[in-house]
């Protein structure tokens, strides 16, 4: 079971001004990524990194990891809607691996900025137990009302094994749509009957041939 936590980072006066020049920096340089990504309608990884890997170095400042992570961001936007041009918020989160960031101990965290690393202490709520050795995958860096959060992801250990009791095969037809092993049937004759009802309407509306029957919708 994956569990995710959100730590809080005890930042000072001088780090949360790095933290939050890194946030601007690297949301910038995503909506840099993202209208190239619209203007040539390409959403993959690998074309985007040769558009845009150099440039966003160069212009944003980002090290070779924050560049990669901010091409990495865009194109997951993208993946799940390509509809529309993406827009990033000034303080929009900030995505790290583990070559940008590590754990020193179980309230500490060194993290990469544009001014270099930095480490930070950091709380959880009460009762929740960080444990380095399941953290999974990527951390996300967020500011939310003046402070900044680590979400993280963990594998818990703790959840309850499945285990199978027997097996069921299951038999997919036409006239039954299934038939399970154990002998119980599941008929089609009520899916039928409405298929055959919204087909007796669609061609009434199509005789009618009206802009209303047009833009019916079943």
Excluded at 21 to 31: I, Q, V, Y
Excluded at 79 to 96: D, G
Excluded at 143 to 172: Q, R
Aim: proline share 1%.
């Amino acid at each position: 079971m994956i569990l995710t936590v959100k730590a809080k980072l005890l930042s000072s006066a001088e780090q949360k001004e790095s933290l939050l020049r890194t946030a601007e920096l690297f949301n910038r340089a995503c909506n840099h990524i993202s209208r190239i990504a619209w203007k040539e309608k390409s959403f993959r990884r690998a074309v985007l990194h040769r558009l845009c890997y150099r440039i966003v170095r160069i212009e944003y400042g980002l090290s070779s990891q924050l560049a990669v992570r901010a091409i990495g961001k865009v194109v997951e936007s993208y993946r799940a809607e390509s509809k529309r041009l993406h827009i990033f918020r000034k303080h929009s989160s900030v995505v790290y691996d583990e070559r940008i960031l590590s754990f020193k101990a179980a309230d500490t965290v060194s993290i990469l900025t544009t001014d270099g690393r930095m480490t930070i202490h950091f709380v959880n709520r009460p009762g929740i137990i960080l444990d380095l050795s399941i953290i999974k995958g990527q951390a996300d860096l967020i500011y939310k009302k003046g402070s900044f959060y680590l979400c993280l992801c963990m594998e818990s250990t703790n959840a309850a094994k499945f285990e199978p009791t027997g097996i069921l095969g299951v038999d997919f037809g036409i006239v039954n749509l299934a038939i399970t092993s154990d002998g119980e049937t599941f008929s089609g004759e009520t899916v039928d009957r409405i298929r055959q009802r919204i087909t007796t309407i669609k061609r009434t509306l199509q005789k009618r041939g009206t802009k209303s029957s047009s833009r019916a919708r079943l």
